[in-house]
């Protein structure tokens, strides 16, 4: 359990800074965990907002309801992927473990494989460059 404090002036405060390119502060001194989970999830949010990304010249409207759902649903899991693994990552480099294993830039797509049996579903790292 995380508590949390949500305050509608903050989140409009991040969305401007999102859209703008403006610098993030923190409401006090130091970054709280409430500042942290508010500031993840107006970022969450900015991100989502771009919807799924679609391949092949495929309308989004020619699509059925059921299968816009689906591509939906992916893209959220994808995207909660791609997020924790950004987080992973993050701590390597906190943890001084990361350049063992990587460059300064990493470059991968993050997919989420729904179909497994097991409780949380399978990640899928697909790397592109910056691997070691």
């Known amino acids: 359990m995380i508590p949390i404090t949500f305050s509608k002036a903050r989140a409009e ?10 610098p993030i502060e923190s409401e006090g001194k130091e970054w709280s965990l409430f500042d942290m989970v ?6 969450y949010f900015t991100a989502s907002s771009h919807g799924p990304l ?3 010249g495929v309308s989004w409207e020619n699509l059925s309801r059921e299968r816009q759902e689906a591509i939906e649903r992916q893209f959220f ?3 909660s992927a791609a997020i924790e693994y950004c987080g992973r990552l993050t701590m ?32 899928k790292v697909m790397p592109i460059e910056g691997f070691k």
């Open 92 to 123: 390597m480099v906190a943890d001084q473990n990361f350049d063992a294993q990587f460059e300064a830039t990493v470059k991968a797509t993050i997919e989420v494989d729904s179909n497994t049996t097991t409780v949380q579903p399978h990640m």
């Open 13 to 22: 405060y991040l969305i401007d800074c999102v859209r703008n390119g403006k």
């Open 38 to 43: 508010a500031t993840a999830g107006a970022l």
């Open 77 to 79: 899991e994808d995207l």
């Open 54 to 56: 679609m391949h092949g």
